[in-house]
C-alpha cells in the first residue's frame, strides 16, 4: 500500500536550496516516528526529455514498492541558454505489512539547464548514500554525458533500447564505455524484461518431451511485435537462435508488426506440420502455449507478465544481468543487417 | 523415448538457479484434509503460476471420500480462492485444475493401489517420460503404516522406465524414540532413505534458510560464533492462541515438547550450533546438524529434567483484549491433563565450540504475542572504561526473527547525545519485508520444489529426528513415569509464561529476552 509522503503540493515535493539538501531531508523526517528510511541502493534517473521528472516521480513511486532506494532524478536541459541547477526533495512511502509503519525512500530531483548539464556527475555523487550500489537508469540515446567519470562509478547500468534512435550507434557506445570500464558495470535492457514472459513460455514448452522431439526440425521463426518493439523482436529472436544453436537465415527469421503491444505472437515451425507457438490474446490474462508435432498437440498456459514500464523495470532490478552473453546477442542482430 | 526433463532444454538453463523439479505425479493421501486444502494446493498453484511448477506435473488426490475429479477441483478452488499468496485467477485454475485428478480408495484396500498403479501408469504414458513418483502423507500418522505396505505390495515404491519414486512424510515423526523408529523402519522397508523428505515446514522459511547465510556467507561472525564470545542463546516461539478449530484433540496427546521443541526448535537449534558444512550439499549440511544434535547433554535422572525443564498449563486470563479459557477447559482437552503447553527448557551441546554456553528454548501457547525467533547474546564488553553505568541491555544480541517480521537485528550500545556519557542500545535491522519487496515463497512451496528436484537439504534425516528425541525422551519419561514427576506449574493466559520459567533464567543471572 502507497502512503502520502511526508511533504506535499508539488509534485516533485518541496523545493531546496542545493546546498541544503541534506539539511533539508533531515527536517523532513524529524518527529515522524511512524516512518521509517528504508535504502538499499542508489538508484539515478537520468534523462534529456521535457517533462521527465514528473513521469520520473511516478516511476520511483511504484519501483519503491520493492526496492527501497535513494533515488536520484536529473533532467537536463543541454540546449537551453541560461544555466540553472534547480532541486526538490520528498519521500515515497509504502505501509508496510506488519506493524504500521510506513517505509520510504528518498527522492531527490535535479533540474539541469545549460552549461550546468556537465555538473552530472557531480550531482550524483554528491548525492551518493555510502556504502550503497549505484543503480543508473540512463534514458534515451547516450548523449556526450555519458562519460568515463560517471560510467566507471556505475554498478548496474539500466536503459531501455526500444527508445533508441539507432540501436547500432548506441549499443557500440554501450559496448565502448562497459569494456573502458574494466566490464565494471552490469547491464540490464528493460526490453530483456519485456520478452521474459514469452521466454519462460517458450522454456515450458520445451520441458515437454513432445516439444523437444521436434527441436532439431525447427527451423523458421515469425514474431509479431507492436510499433517501436522491432528490436526487441530481433534481440527475442536471436535469443532462440542463440539457445537452439541455429544460425537463422533472412528468410528463416519474419517480424511483422502490427498490434499494439510489444510483442503478441512467437511462431517456430519446421516441416511436417511441427508448430509452437506463443500467444498473447488480446485481453487475456496470460500466455497461451500451442505445441503441435505431426498428430500430437499439447496446450499451456505461462504468465504474462506486464508492459507497465515501472514493472519492468522494478523486475529487472531484482534480476541479475549477464551482460557478455547481452552483447553477444545484440552482435547476431546487427549482423544480420536490417 | 526422450523424457520430460527440463534439464536438457537448452531454452530452461538461465531460469534455473538451483536443480530443477522434475516432471512428475504427484500422489496425496489424505487429499481432502485441511492440510491439502490450505497448504499443498496454494502451495503448487503459486508454484505454477510463478512458472515453476514442470508443465506435465499431475496430482492425484487419493481419498477415501466418493467424490468425482470435478468435484475435488470445486473444492480445491475454493480454498485457494482463500489461500493463495498471489490470489486466484479463475482463467489460470481452469487450466491449473487440470492436472488434478481424484482418486477415491480407503487406505487399507489393496484394489485402490493397483487401480492407482494403472492410473500412475495411464499418466507416464500420457507424458511420454520416465515414471517418476512423488508421494506425499498428508493423512494422519494411523494411517502411515497401511498406505506404505500397500505401496510397497503394489510396486509403487519404485519409478517406472528409469523414473524415481519419493516419499514426503509429515510430521509428527513418531511420539518417542521407540515409535519414530519403529516409523523410520517402516518408511525404511518401503523407500531408500534417500528417496525419503520428512517435512519439516521450519526449514523452508526464508530465515531459517537465512542463518547458514548469515553464519558462513559473512565473515565477521563466525571467529565469534562460540563459548569465548557468546554468552547463551534464546530460541522462543511463542503463540498468542489456544486451541482453535478442534486442535485440542490433538494436542492433548502431543503437547509443546513433542509438537514443537522436538522437531522445529531442535532444528533451529541445529543451524545454529553446526559446525561449517565442506559444501552445501543435502548430506554434508546435514551431516553437521545431527552432530550438533548428537552433542546435546541429555538429561539421566528426574531432578536433571526438574533442574533445567519447566512445563505448564495457562489458567484463564486475557489476551488480546478477549478473556481466554484455560488449557483445562478448552474444547477436546482432558479436564485432568497433564500435558504442557508451556515448556522452557535449558540445554547444553558438549562440543569443543560450545562448552559452558546454555542454550534456552520456550514455547507456549496464549503467550502475548506470535512469534518466533532465536536470539544470539554476546558476553559483556570487559567495561573498563564503562564499569559505573548500568548493565541494562549491555550486551550486544543478534536476533534471527523467524516469524512473523522475518529478519535479522543486531543490538549494540551506542553513547546518547549530550555532555554526559550515558550509553543507551540501539539496534540495527534488517527486514525481509522492507529490504527485498517481494513476498517470499510460503514454505511449503519450496518444499515441493525440492523434493521434485531431489534436493534434500531442507528436510530431516532419519538420524536427525531418531537424535532429537534422544533428547526428549528423557524428559517426558520424567514428567510421565516418575514416581515424583517434576510439577505442573501454571500461568495466566496472555502472560509470558510460568514465574518458574523466569527462575530457571534468573538462577544463572539471566532473563529472557523481551520481545
Redesign the interface.
Known amino acids: 500500500m502507497t502512503t502520502a509522503p511526508p511533504s506535499s503540493g508539488c509534485p516533485l515535493g518541496q523545493e531546496t536550496d542545493v546546498s541544503c539538501i541534506d539539511s533539508s531531508l533531515r527536517a523532513l523526517w524529524a518527529g515522524n516516528e511512524a516512518l521509517?528510511k528504508?535504502s538499499?541502493i542508489n538508484f539515478a534517473v537520468y534523462a534529456e526529455s521535457p517533462g521527465s521528472l514528473e513521469v520520473n516521480t511516478s516511476l520511483i513511486q511504484a519501483v519503491t514498492?520493492?526496492?527501497?532506494c535513494r533515488a536520484i532524478l536529473i533532467a537536463a536541459h543541454p540546449s537551453e541558454d541560461e544555466p540553472q541547477l534547480k532541486a526538490w526533495i520528498t519521500a515515497h512511502c509504502q505501509l508496510?505489512?506488519?506493524?504500521g509503519k510506513s517505509?520510504c525512500s528518498e527522492q531527490i530531483a535535479f533540474e539541469l539547464s545549460g552549461h550546468l548539464r556537465d555538473a552530472l556527475r557531480n550531482v550524483v555523487f554528491a548525492h551518493l548514500e555510502s556504502d550503497l550500489p549505484l543503480v543508473f537508469f540512463w534514458q534515451g540515446d547516450f548523449s556526450p554525458r555519458w562519460e568515463p567519470h560517471l560510467y566507471r562509478r556505475i554498478d548496474r547500468l539500466v536503459i531501455d533500447s526500444t527508445t533508441w534512435s539507432d540501436p547500432a550507434v548506441q549499443l557500440e557506445r554501450l559496448r565502448t564505455a562497459w569494456r573502458d570500464s574494466g566490464s565494471h558495470f552490469v547491464v540490464l535492457d528493460v526490453a530483456w524484461m519485456r520478452i521474459f514472459p514469452f521466454?519462460?513460455?517458450?522454456?515450458?514448452?520445451?520441458?515437454?518431451?513432445?516439444a523437444?522431439?521436434s527441436?532439431c526440425r525447427l527451423n523458421a521463426l515469425r514474431i509479431t511485435h507492436g510499433p517501436g518493439h522491432r528490436s526487441t523482436a530481433a534481440l527475442f529472436a536471436s535469443w532462440?537462435a542463440y539457445?537452439?544453436?541455429w544460425s537463422l537465415q533472412p528468410d528463416e527469421r519474419v517480424f511483422v508488426e502490427d498490434g499494439t503491444v510489444p510483442l503478441s505472437r512467437l511462431e517456430v515451425t519446421g516441416p511436417g506440420g511441427c508448430r509452437i507457438e506463443v500467444v498473447r490474446e488480446e485481453g487475456?490474462?496470460?500466455l497461451h502455449v500451442h505445441v503441435q508435432v505431426d498428430e500430437e498437440e499439447i496446450t499451456?498456459?505461462?504468465?504474462l507478465g506486464t508492459d507497465d514500464l515501472a514493472t519492468l523495470v522494478?523486475e529487472r532490478l531484482?534480476r541479475g544481468g549477464?551482460t557478455p552473453l547481452y552483447f553477444k546477442l545484440w552482435r547476431q542482430v546487427t549482423g544480420w543487417g536490417e | 523415448m526422450s523424457t520430460d526433463v527440463t534439464a536438457d532444454n537448452p531454452f530452461r538453463d538461465e531460469f534455473l538457479t538451483r536443480l530443477s523439479p522434475e516432471p512428475c505425479t504427484l500422489v496425496i493421501f489424505g487429499a481432502t484434509g485441511d492440510l491439502t486444502h490450505k497448504l499443498l494446493i496454494p502451495a503448487l498453484y503459486n508454484l505454477a503460476l510463478d512458472g515453476e511448477l514442470p508443465p506435465t506435473l499431475k496430482v492425484v488426490a487419493f481419498a477415501r471420500r466418493e467424490k468425482t475429479s470435478d468435484e475435488i477441483r470445486a473444492e480445491f478452488a475454493g480454498s485457494n480462492l482463500k489461500q493463495s499468496r498471489q490470489g486466484h485467477s479463475s482463467e489460470f485454475w481452469a487450466g491449473f485444475q487440470e492436472r488434478i485428478i481424484y482418486h477415491q480408495s480407503e487406505f487399507g484396500d489393496a484394489a485402490g493401489y493397483a487401480s492407482l498403479g494403472r492410473l500412475l501408469a495411464e499418466l507416464d504414458a500420457a507424458r511420454g517420460g520416465a515414471g517418476n513418483r512423488l508421494f506425499y502423507l498428508a493423512s494422519a500418522p494411523d494411517n502411515f503404516e497401511e498406505i506404505l505396505s500397500h505401496l510397497k505390495e503394489a510396486g509403487l515404491n519404485e519409478g517406472c522406465h528409469g523414473g524415481w519414486a519419493r516419499i514426503i512424510v509429515e510430521k509428527p515423526i513418531g511420539k518417542d524414540l521407540a515409535s519414530a523408529e519403529r516409523l523410520n523402519n517402516m518408511v525404511a522397508a518401503v523407500f531408500a532413505e534417500k528417496n525419503t523428505y520428512r517435512i519439516d515446514h521450519y526449514l523452508g522459511k526464508e530465515t531459517a534458510q537465512n542463518i547458514i547465510v548469515t553464519r558462513f556467507g559473512n565473515s565477521i561472525f563466525e571467529p565469534l560464533w562460540n563459548r569465548n564470545y557468546i554468552d547463551h542463546v534464546q530460541i522462543t516461539c511463542a503463540e498468542n492462541f489456544g486451541m482453535t478449530g478442534g486442535r485440542g484433540a490433538y494436542y492433548d496427546k502431543a503437547g509443546a515438547l513433542r509438537d514443537m521443541v522436538q522437531n522445529h526448535l531442535l532444528q533451529l537449534l541445529s543451524l545454529i550450533a553446526m559446525e561449517p558444512p565442506t559444501d552445501l550439499s543435502a548430506d554434508s549440511v546435514r551431516d553437521e546438524k545431527v552432530k550438533a544434535l548428537r552433542a546435546l547433554r541429555k538429561f539421566t535422572t528426574v531432578d536433571e529434567v526438574a533442574q533445567n525443564v519447566v512445563r505448564g498449563q495457562y489458567v484463564a486470563g486475557s489476551v488480546n483484549g478477549r478473556s481466554a479459557v484455560g488449557y483445562r477447559d478448552e474444547d477436546r482437552v482432558n479436564p485432568d491433563s497433564q500435558t504442557e503447553c508451556y515448556v522452557a527448557v535449558r540445554a547444553f551441546i558438549d562440543t569443543w565450540r560450545w562448552q559452558g554456553v546454555p542454550f534456552y528454548i520456550r514455547v507456549g501457547k496464549q503467550l502475548p504475542k506470535k512469534a518466533t525467533e532465536i536470539s544470539v547474546h554476546f558476553r559483556r564488553a570487559p567495561h573498563v572504561l564503562f564499569q559505573t553505568l548500568p548493565a541494562r541491555g549491555r550486551s550486544n544480541v543478534l536476533v534471527f526473527r523467524i516469524q512473523p517480521d522475518e529478519g535479522v537485528s543486531l543490538r549494540m550500545l551506542g553513547k546518547v547525545p549530550g555532555l554526559a556519557m550515558r550509553m543507551e542500545p540501539v539496534k540495527m535491522d534488517f527486514r525481509y519485508a522492507t529490504s527485498f519487496g517481494k513476498a517470499s515463497p510460503f514454505a511449503y512451496e519450496r518444499l515441493l520444489l525440492d523434493a521434485m528436484a531431489g534436493d534434500a537439504t531442507l528436510f530431516a534425516r532419519r538420524d536427525e529426528v531418531e537424535n532429537a528425541w534422544h533428547f526428549i525422551d528423557p524428559i517426558e519419561q520424567a514428567w510421565h513415569q516418575a514416581g515424583q514427576p517434576p510439577a505442573m506449574t501454571t500461568y495466566p493466559a496472555g502472560s509470558w509464561g510460568p514465574a518458574e520459567a523466569d527462575e530457571l533464567m534468573e538462577r544463572d543471572g539471566r532473563s529472557w529476552r523481551r520481545i
Open positions: 521509517t528504508a538499499l514498492r520493492d526496492h527501497a508496510s505489512g506488519t506493524g517505509v521466454r519462460q513460455a517458450l522454456a515450458g514448452a520445451f520441458d515437454t518431451a513432445l523437444r522431439t527441436l532462440i539457445k537452439a544453436g487475456a490474462q496470460f499451456q498456459v505461462s504468465p522494478s531484482s549477464n
